[in-house]
Each structure stands twice: as C-alpha cells, then as structure tokens.
C-alpha cells in the first residue's frame, strides 16, 4: 500500500491483520523503517518462535543469524502473513520477497517507485470520500456534537479528508474541555500550524500531521535540496492541478525540475497527474495537462514552517512564474483556456493592483465571467 504520510497505510493493515487473523497460524509485525529494523524484526521473530533449550542457542545468536533462521522457517511453511511497515526502499525488501513465497507479505510504503520491476502493483490509498469524513469524526467525538453534520462536514473540508488529521481532531476535542467541532474549527483556521502539532491530552505526540511529513520532508531535502524549494512554491498556489510547465523557470534547468517533482511524487508529497484532454485546444497545449496536486494541510505544514522573509521571497517568486505562465494577451480567445487553467492559482498567489491580476481580470472580463472579474 502506498500512499501520504497519515493516509491510514499502517491503520489499513493493522485492521486487515486483526480482521484475518483467524486465517492465519503465524501473524508478525516488521517496523521497517530502515534495513536493520527489518533484520531486528525478522531476528525478534526468530526468538518468538524458538522455546525450550534452542531459546538459549536464539537468544546467543547474532541479529543477522536470527534473522536467516527466521526466514528459512518462513520458507518452509504456509498460512502466514507477513507486515512491513512503512519500508522506506524497495532496496531494503527485495532480497527477502523472493524468499517470503509461500505465505503473505503486506507492505505499506510512502514511496511509489520500484515496486512493478518485482511485479509488485501498489494499492495507492487516496483521501477519504466526504461522507466517510464526516462519519469517522462523528463516530470519534459522539453525541451530541455528532448530529451537526454541516459543521463537521466544514471541519473535514478544512483538513482535507486525511485520515491522521480527522483522527487528531476527534480526540482533541472529545478529551479537551468545552472543545467543541465549531471551536476546533475556528482555532484551526486561526492558528493552523499550532493545531496540526498539538496531540489531544495523554495523545501521542508523534501521531500529529505536522510530525507525519517530517522524515519524508528530510530526506528528500537530503537528496535534492530543489524539491524542497518546490514544495514551498507549492505551498503557495491552490492546491490541485497546477500546470507542471508553470514550475518549469523554477531553476535554471528544466530536467532538474522534472527530476524534482518526481522525487516529491516517489514520496507521495504530491501528486503528478494527467488532466483530460480539451478538444477545443490545440497539441501545442499538451505541457497543461501534466498537473501537480498537494494535500492543502502539507501546504499549511510547509508555509508555517517559513519564516516571514521566505514567505515574502517565495511568494514573489510563486507570483512571478505564475506571471510567465500567463500568456501576454488575455482577450484573444486562444488563449483563454490557459488562463482558465491558472485562474485559481492566480488567485492565490498574485498580488491585488499588480500586472499579473490585471491581466487576469481582463481575462474574465472579455470571457464574460462578469462575476470573478469584479470580484477579483
């Protein structure tokens, strides 16, 4: 299963392990964060197995040696299931999956890339549908705030349907007094960065949205300290369906863009999609199709991460890509679904009184979209 940090990968197996428990003799759990958590966990199975005089010989034996015997064991036997949780590359799996045949092995990951060359396909785990949202915080908080359905349902919008934030949010305010979904709500629009890292009293501290993003956030910094600087331009545009060419004059070379929205998406920080195809445009327009989507509380996470010099710096730069994404005639119609396209992330990011929300509003203006323009 992949899929963002807090999407519910690791809550989907634990409830399929439970759930399936009956139909297997053996169930194990592999923290696999890095290949020596992997070998420790195989080695712990190794001494879970072993009783009598051979616990000694198990419990002597180094972790690579445990961790051989455990496999060997595995292989000999069916009617097993096998959890690696949160694998960080398919690297650090691969040499046990050919091994690990006879039984069932799950594996969650935030990493989508590498698993079909061990014909491996990913179950990709999306946000959950409105409806769900509003029942998980209604059966988490319960009577009587549950009834307000229009309130939670604002509530889930605000968090965007992830799970992780939907679960801090209900026991936040079932165990905080006189927290109400209303007042949870109003505190989170007010001081969003505060609310996504504080856990409900006796909570885990680790289980809030801020802390979810922050390895995957590290590494790809360590890797490529472009993607960083992507993700917080992305913090500045609307969410969904950002025209990928827009980031192209991002850096001063285009592939190195392309190398970085890849290594985001490989760590499930955004999503690169592909948009339907307009038949009333031209082949020329095929760059405006590839889009770039980030969950809105991974860009509340990284915008108040910044300080007030880089949001400055940043957003001007947001602003000034935007602007050279935006062709230089508004009111030739050719050019109209172009702009339509980047209408909601000019809305976000140009300054009010500036060249580029000129233009926008000309845009509207000529495309008889009376009521943007004068709001706008």
Not at 212 to 217: L, N
Not at 248 to 270: K, P, R, T
Not at 285 to 312: A, F, K, N, P, Y
């Amino acid at each position: 299963m992949v899929g963002l940090g807090g999407i519910g990968k690791s809550e989907l197996a634990l409830q399929y392990a439970f759930a399936r428990r009956l139909d297997y003799g053996l169930v194990w759990w592999i923290d696999a964060d890095s290949p020596a958590q992997i070998e420790a966990g195989l080695a712990a199975l190794a001494r879970a197995l072993v009783a009598g005089s051979d616990s000694v010989a198990a419990g002597q034996a180094s972790a690579e040696e445990a961790a051989a015997w455990a496999l060997a064991w595995l292989a000999g036997r069916t009617g097993w299931l096998l959890v690696f949780d949160n694998v960080e590359e398919v690297a650090h799996v691969e040499p046990y999956l050919a091994r690990l045949t006879s039984g069932h092995v799950l594996i969650t990951t935030r990493r989508d890339v590498g698993w079909r060359q061990l014909g491996v396909t990913p179950l990709r785990l999306e946000t959950l549908p409105r409806t769900a949202s509003i029942r998980l915080l209604g059966d988490l908080i319960g009577p009587p705030h549950a009834v307000d359905a229009a309130v939670l349902g604002e509530l889930a919008e605000e968090l965007g349907d992830l799970p992780l934030a939907l679960t801090q949010a209900g026991a936040y305010i079932t165990v905080t007094p006189r927290c109400t979904p209303a007042g949870y709500l109003c505190l989170l629009r007010q001081v969003p960065e505060a609310m996504l890292a504080t856990a409900a009293a006796g909570g885990d501290a680790e289980r809030v949205v801020a802390k979810a993003w922050e390895v995957s956030r590290a590494r790809v910094t360590a890797q490529n300290p472009l993607a960083e600087r992507l993700l917080q331009l992305l913090a500045c545009y609307a969410p969904d369906h950002l025209p990928a060419s827009v980031l192209a004059d991002a850096a001063d070379d285009e592939q190195a863009v392309n190398e970085a929205l890849a290594l985001l998406a490989s760590y499930s920080l955004i999503t690169l999609t592909i948009h339907p195809a307009d038949p009333t445009t031209s082949d020329g327009d095929h760059d405006d199709r590839e889009g770039v989507s980030i969950h809105r509380l991974t860009q509340t996470v990284i915008w108040h991460q910044l300080t007030t010099t880089q949001r400055d710096q940043t957003r001007t730069r947001a602003a000034a890509l935007l602007d050279l994404a935006l062709p230089a005639d508004p009111r030739t119609r050719a050019n109209w679904p172009r702009y339509l396209r980047l209408l909601p992330h000019a809305r976000a990011v140009t300054p009010p009184g500036s060249h580029t929300m000129n233009k926008v509003i000309e845009f509207a203006d000529a495309s008889g979209d009376y009521t943007t323009a004068k709001t706008l």
